[in-house]
């Protein structure tokens, strides 16, 4: 779709959210897929909006808040071991793969429960060596490297079956007074709540393909009947695409080619008696949400198709050791370099009011059934 009929694809939608108030599933057609459509998507991923959950919100917020306390609820094995069980992010997925940002996060609290609470994390380096079995509990191995008075350092395995299948490095600062201060500014881009949800507005998009107002290629409908038909039980973040478009391969960025920008913040509200460690593994869980689709989503316009994908290594630094989940925040990622089936993506994260507080990088193995796009 060219970047014309993609705006006026966009206007389309705006003045449909204007006169229905807001397009949600409730609002909206279902749609069934007439041909599957397969790809590799981190697990938990895709966020949609809550009108389509079961039950009411504070059903629904009893059981986030149940569910996220059980994430990083771990059983002591003695000798800074740690063992859980609680890995499937989706409920009912076919793939018994667990989420590398859930495993991130775990191996950080793992580490963290091995340091004094003056200490905090602004630094972590790690490698996804296997893929952890969602069926089987893992140990996470810290290591005290060193126990200084400004700093703490660790390493964290995730061991299962005996095989190391994630390590992590984490360097831990406590807070010093001030010597020099400047950050990035935030991209000016649309608000969250101007931004749709992936599943509506790719429902929308069919609707409009159905009746001739947009033509798509084969492979984009697989994907929008995909994102449409996405089930959103289980998912933490609501996370919302500012180019919906580019994310979904049927216009090219309205940015720089390689760069997308989202929206992201918890589904329900993170109960106040969390602690502020809690909002920190949260942070980690969803650094690893958009980095690695962000590697080849330039190549969507291609009808590039993915075979495999997989994070190779995640690199996080925490700007900011007290943040908020359950508040807005901006994340823009951009892919500078793809080649020899990896790509390699980095991310910056902001508070709604402009604050840096995170900055990723992570390099992403992509794989396809033979075919190449250049770009």
């Known amino acids: 779709m060219k970047r014309a009929g ?23 057609r279902a749609v069934s897929i007439s041909k599957p459509f397969h790809n590799y998507y981190n697990m938990g ?21 149940e569910r996220v306390e059980h994430f990083y609820t771990f059983k002591d094995k003695g000798s800074d ?5 609680n890995l499937s992010t989706v409920r009912g997925a076919a793939v018994h793969a667990a989420y590398g940002g859930l495993i991130f996060s775990q191996a950080l609290c793992a580490a963290e429960k091995t340091v004094g609470e003056q200490f905090k994390p602004h630094a972590t380096h790690s ?36 095989k190391v299948a994630y390590c992590l490095q984490v360097s831990f600062h ?72 580019a994310y979904l391969g049927i216009a090219e960025s309205s940015t720089s080619p390689g760069t997308i920008c989202f929206w992201m913040k918890t589904q329900y509200p993170v109960p106040s008696e ?13 650094s690893d949400s958009v980095q690695a689709t962000s590697s080849y989503l330039p190549h969507l316009v291609n009808d590039f198709q993915v075979s495999m994908l997989f994070s190779l290594d995640h690199c996080v630094w925490f700007h900011q050791p007290i943040v908020k989940t359950d508040e807005w925040m901006l994340f823009e990622s951009s892919s500078s370099k793809a080649k020899g089936s990896r790509g390699f993506t980095t991310g910056r994260l902001w508070s709604a009011d402009g604050q840096l507080i995170m900055s990723v990088c992570q390099e992403t193995l992509i794989r396809s059934n033979g075919s190449v796009s250049k770009l």
């Open 45 to 65: 991923r895709q966020k949609y909006s809550l009108d389509d959950k079961h039950g009411s919100r504070a059903e629904n917020a009893d059981k986030f808040a």
């Open 81 to 85: 071991v740690f063992e859980s069980s």
């Open 127 to 162: 490698f996804f060596i296997l893929n952890v079995d969602t069926r089987i509990p893992v140990e996470y191995r810290v290591r005290r490297l060193r126990d200084g008075r400004s700093f703490c350092t660790r390493t964290v395995e995730a061991v299962q079956n005996g």
């Open 274 to 286: 969390a602690s502020e460690r809690m909002h920190r593994y949260l942070l980690a869980f969803t």
């Open 174 to 245: 406590v807070n010093e007074p001030e010597s020099v201060i400047h950050e990035a500014k935030m991209p000016q881009v649309a608000a969250p709540e101007d931004c749709p949800t992936n599943r509506d507005f790719a429902i929308f998009t069919l609707d409009q393909v159905k009746a001739g107002e947009v033509t798509v290629t084969e492979m984009q409908r697989q994907r929008l009947e995909f994102q449409a038909t996405y089930d959103p039980d289980g998912d933490l973040f609501d996370i919302r695409c500012v180019d919906p478009g």
């Open 6 to 28: 993609y705006r006026n694809l966009c206007k389309l939608f705006s003045a449909a959210a204007t006169k229905k108030g807001s397009l949600t599933s409730q609002s909206v």
